[in-house]
T-cell receptor
Framework: DAEITQSPRHKITETGRQVTLACHQT?????MFWYRQDLGHGLRLIHY???????NKGEVSDGYSVSRSNTEDLPLTLESAASSQTSVYFC??????????????FGPGTRLTVL | SQKIEQNSEALNIQEGKTATLTCNYT??????LQWYRQDPGRGPVFLLL?????KEKRKERLKVTFDTTLKQSLFHITASQPADSATYLC????????????FGAGTRLAVHP
C-alpha cells in the first residue's frame, strides 16, 4: 500500500544545530507540504513543492529550507535550530484526483524539541 | 484580515447524539472546503470535501454543509460514538487543482458513553 513516512519520529537537539527531518511518500504525488502544529495555532504551512526542483515558501518559512530532487522525498532543514522551532512537524502529499480535488495525505509527524 | 475559526472550546456530547462542529471564515473565497480528523499523536486524515456550488455532502454518519453567503461550514456526526472522539480540522482550498490548503485550529470532540 502507498504511504507517507517521516523520520525521525522524535528528535531532541540543541540551539544552533542544523537539523534535517525526512519525508518520503510512495503515492507518486507531485505535491508535498511541510506543516508545523502548535497548540492554539493548528497546522501552519512552512514550505511546499508542486514537483521536482520546485519549492515555495509558506506562511512560517523563516529558518527553514527544503529541496526537491525527486518525486518521493521532501526533506525539511532547520538551518540553525531555535527554541521557537520546538513543535510537531507534519509532512503531507497530494495529487490531482479525477474530480479535480486535492485532499492531502499526512505522515505520522515528527516531534522536535530544541533545548 | 483573513481568518478561519473553529469552536475553540472542546465539544462534549453524549453517545448517540448528533455532534455539530462549526467552521467560519472571513475574507476568503474558497473553491472548496475539506474536513479532517486527527487523533492524538497522529497525522490528520481526510474525511469529506464539499465544493462551493454544493450545499450538502454526506458519507455514512457524516454530513457537511457549506454556506458561501454566511461563509460557514457545519460538520455533523449523527449517532455519535466514543470512537468519534478526536480533533476535527476544517481546511479551505482557494482554487481547484494543485493549490495548498489553509487549516483552522481544530475542534476537539469528546463523546461520552
Amino acid at each position: 500500500d502507498a504511504e507517507i513516512t517521516q523520520s525521525p519520529r522524535h528528535k531532541i537537539t540543541e540551539t544552533g544545530r542544523q537539523v534535517t527531518l525526512a519525508c518520503h511518500q510512495t503515492w507518486n504525488h507531485n505535491n508535498m507540504f511541510w506543516y508545523r502544529q502548535d497548540l492554539g495555532h493548528g497546522l501552519r504551512l512552512i514550505h511546499y513543492s508542486y514537483g521536482v526542483q520546485d519549492t515555495n515558501k509558506g506562511e512560517v518559512s523563516d529558518g527553514y529550507s527544503v529541496s526537491r530532487s525527486n518525486t518521493e522525498d521532501l526533506p525539511l532543514t532547520l538551518e540553525s535550530a531555535a527554541s521557537s522551532q520546538t513543535s510537531v512537524y507534519f509532512c503531507a502529499s497530494s495529487g490531482l484526483t479525477s474530480g479535480g480535488t486535492n485532499e492531502q495525505f499526512f505522515g505520522p509527524g515528527t516531534r522536535l524539541t530544541v533545548l | 484580515s483573513q481568518k478561519i475559526e473553529q469552536n475553540s472550546e472542546a465539544l462534549n456530547i453524549q453517545e448517540g447524539k448528533t455532534a455539530t462542529l462549526t467552521c467560519n471564515y472571513t475574507n476568503y473565497s474558497p473553491a472548496y472546503l475539506q474536513w479532517y480528523r486527527q487523533d492524538p499523536g497522529r497525522g490528520p486524515v481526510f474525511l469529506l470535501l464539499i465544493r462551493e456550488n454544493e450545499k450538502e455532502k454526506r458519507k455514512e454518519r457524516l454530513k457537511v454543509t457549506f454556506d458561501t453567503t454566511l461563509k460557514q461550514s457545519l460538520f455533523h456526526i449523527t449517532a455519535s460514538q466514543p470512537a468519534d472522539s478526536a480533533t476535527y480540522l476544517c481546511a479551505l482550498s482557494l482554487s481547484g487543482g494543485y493549490n495548498k490548503l489553509i487549516f483552522g485550529a481544530g475542534t476537539r470532540l469528546a463523546v461520552h458513553p
